[in-house]
């Protein structure tokens, strides 16, 4: 979910703290790969500066095949243009525990609490 591997680290432990079941992919691809194999979620937050394609890129090809899953964008980039993030929800970086909670929570109506969450990490490096 982001660059920092300490950031990440503290953005599933959150979740997880929320009580919900975190799966963690590298990359877009890495995270199609993850669906396509099966792996059941209720719940897709992607950062928007990942490798190999941006978070808006990756919601695309999820809705292509898995149209139900809401799909959070999280970004530290405040001022992207509306016609980029193409009406997905938005989490600004840095946020707190409270704010993460929120997101959900407004995405995830009719989602039992232990949902799926899987959190993509930006580009490292």
Same mark, same amino acid.
């Given at each position: 979910?982001?660059?920092?591997?300490?950031? *990440? !680290?503290?953005? !599933?432990?959150? *979740?997880?703290?929320?009580g919900h079941t975190v799966v963690q992919a590298a990359s877009g691809r890495e995270a199609l790969n993850v669906l396509r194999h099966g792996c059941d979620v209720d719940l897709i937050i992607t950062d928007h500066a990942m490798p190999?394609?941006? &978070?808006?890129? *990756?919601? !695309?090809? %999820?809705?292509?095949?898995?149209?139900?899953? /809401?799909i959070i964008l999280v970004s530290g980039y405040t001022d992207l243009p509306e016609r980029i993030v193409s009406g997905l929800p938005r989490l600004n970086k840095?946020?707190?525990? !409270?704010?993460?909670?929120? #997101?959900? &929570?407004?995405?995830?109506?009719?989602?039992?609490?232990?949902?799926?969450? %899987?959190?993509? /990490?930006?580009?490292? #490096?």
């Open positions: 979910m982001d660059d920092d591997a300490l950031v *990440l !680290a503290n953005t !599933a432990e959150m *979740l997880e703290d929320l190999e394609m941006t &978070g808006v890129q *990756l919601a !695309a090809a %999820i809705r292509a095949d898995w149209p139900d899953p /809401p840095p946020f707190s525990q !409270a704010a993460l909670k929120r #997101g959900v &929570g407004e995405q995830s109506q009719g989602i039992e609490q232990q949902s799926q969450v %899987i959190p993509f /990490p930006a580009r490292q #490096g």
